[in-house]
């Protein structure tokens, strides 16, 4: 989707927009027949999105690799494609 910021809106938050690593944009979505499906975001208002300090931090924990039951031979033979000899020639 393309943000469509006019020149006003542009100048007043362009160091919001430049530097920051998230940005939310309200405005109006448009779509016009001859894009293609293209959507633009016609921009009203940017607002920086800033992180809560006063939050505390996220809990970060090691997830544990899921447990897969063994893979056998029957296993492979119902995914794989049915197996073509090259080496024998066209049918002979």
Known sequence: MNAIVP???YDTHRLTIRTEPL???EGILERHEQGAGQINLLAKSITRLTPNIDAPAATVRAL???EQPPTTAEDFAVAAPAVMNFGRGRGR
């Open 64 to 66: 544990r690799p899921a």
């Open 23 to 25: 940005i939310l944009i």
């Open 7 to 9: 020149k006003k809106l």
